[in-house]
């Protein structure tokens, strides 16, 4: 399966896959326990960064985004 990453309004981005491996940024693996969905966080304020444990719900993040085309500005 691909892939799949759909960004929930006024919510979590979601990640889909049957073979997803995470990582910080030293190289460490997350240990996910063979999950095919994680939920990440886009308000700030989870206490499980940076997994999504629905604190947007409670502070009032909001956000709404559509598809579109999308093009790279270009690094300078």
Same mark, same amino acid.
């Given at each position: 399966?691909?892939? #799949? @990453?759909? @960004?929930? !309004?006024?919510?979590?981005? $979601?990640?889909?896959? !049957?073979? @997803? ?6 190289? !460490? #693996?997350?240990?996910? !326990? ?22 947007? #719900?409670? @502070? ?7 598809? $579109? ?8």
């Amino acid at each position: 399966m691909p892939v #799949k @990453i759909t @960004i929930k !309004n006024n919510g979590s981005l $979601h990640v889909e896959s !049957n073979e @997803i491996e995470l990582y910080d940024q030293d190289g !460490n #693996k997350y240990e996910l !326990n063979g999950l095919s969905l994680l939920k990440f966080c886009r308000c700030g304020r989870s206490a499980d960064m940076p997994f999504c444990d629905s604190t947007h #719900k409670t @502070i009032g993040f909001t956000t709404d985004c559509k598809a $579109h085309a999308w093009s790279p500005k270009p690094k300078v």
